[in-house]
């Protein structure tokens, strides 16, 4: 548990169990193990058979909750984390219950705990990054820039001091097969959408593009309003020559956040390299008014509207 190999480590607990089925802490850890990996099924039928044997407890509501949230179970979800945004042993249930309110349509008690959270942790840069996108969708657009930059600013900030991230790194840079595997397959929970979108962008950046599809195609699916996950995936395919897969993730990243210029410009190349020039050309063009001065992008521009 403690090297967050919780395949192996949940082998061990089923053994344990198997051994002696009262062993509720062994079966508690297995939940967790099932939970870090996805597995959340499996998770959730050990966290309810736990409570039918030992009775309700912050801990395994706090679980329940994130595992009806992600089940799409809203209601339920608010039902098991409003309990506990006093209890300090608990201190992100307030986010996750912004998250279910949001979820459910009720705005307003979404801002309400994603600031509450936002003010008991300033540095989390999930909170910023979530409230960014609840500004921008109630219009609040100075709000939603603030904590945009936020978001970045914290996140680039965990990326270089975290142990795990920079071991992870390291192995990137050194091209270990072995470190990588080690250091970075087992760096996130595999319910943490803007954990899977940091590592997809760390594999990125070092050049390990098929890598990194495996962990932003998890990020989509958990949360499917995630800019950054459908660039980045986008941008993967891209990098790997999969035009026609880059496609989508990038037409939806455009229609998230249809002023960031850089994935406007990858979506009007990628359609360019489909040939689909018809479609290629209002993306450049919108490209083109955010930045009036590419004198790369005005020459492309121009060759495709001689070309139509």
Known sequence: MQ???YQEASGEFEHALQLQPSLHVARYQLAICFFALGQNDESRREFELLRKQTGPSHQLSYYLGRLLF?????AGAIRELAPLTSDPKIPDADYYLGLAYVAAGNQANGIEWLEHSAQARPRDYHVH????RVYAGAGRKADADREYALYNKYRDAERGT????RACNTALDAQAADKIQEFCAH???QNDPEKLVLLGQLYGEHGHFADAVDPLLRAVALDPDSFDAWHNLGLSYFRLKRYQEARRPLEKAVALRPDIFDTLNLLGATLYVLGDDRAALPVLDRAHQLRPDDAQLKAALDQLRKAN
Do not use: P
């Open 162 to 165: 975290e142990e795990r991230m």
């Open 129 to 132: 990054y979530r409230l960014a």
């Open 3 to 5: 090297q967050r190999l």
């Open 70 to 74: 992600l089940a799409g179970d809203s």
């Open 187 to 189: 760096l996130v929970d």
